[in-house]
């Protein structure tokens, strides 16, 4: 896969969610929560106003409704704005 995010845009590949709870319940896809952490995969080059701080393998926390979905090679993605991530994990 090839893809160049431009501008300030950023792609994240969401952690999974989680699929069994602490009780040993196994929770449906339909009622999984949307994860709210993933790795980034690639930067755009930013703006003139704004500098890309978030790098390749950096985990990042980012808001429920952030992003836009894709999937290439069967793998499911996140794109969105360098300004819709909340924090980077260390």
């Known amino acids: ?5 431009l501008s300030d845009r950023v792609l994240i590949e969401p952690a999974p ?3 069994v709870t602490s ?3 196994i929770i449906p896809d339909s ?3 949307k994860p709210l952490k993933g790795t980034v995969k690639a930067v755009g080059n930013g703006t003139k106003d704004e500098a890309m701080v978030v790098k390749p ?5 980012y808001g429920k409704y952030a992003g836009t979905e894709l999937e290439f090679d069967g793998v499911k ?3 969105m704005r360098q300004s819709d991530i909340l924090a980077v994990v260390e």
Do not use: C, H, R, S
């Open 57 to 61: 393998g950096d985990t990042v926390l």
């Open 77 to 79: 993605y996140l794109m």
């Open 31 to 33: 009622a999984k929560e």
């Open 17 to 19: 969610a989680e699929e």
């Open 23 to 25: 009780g040993g319940i």
């Open 1 to 5: 896969m090839n893809v160049k995010p």
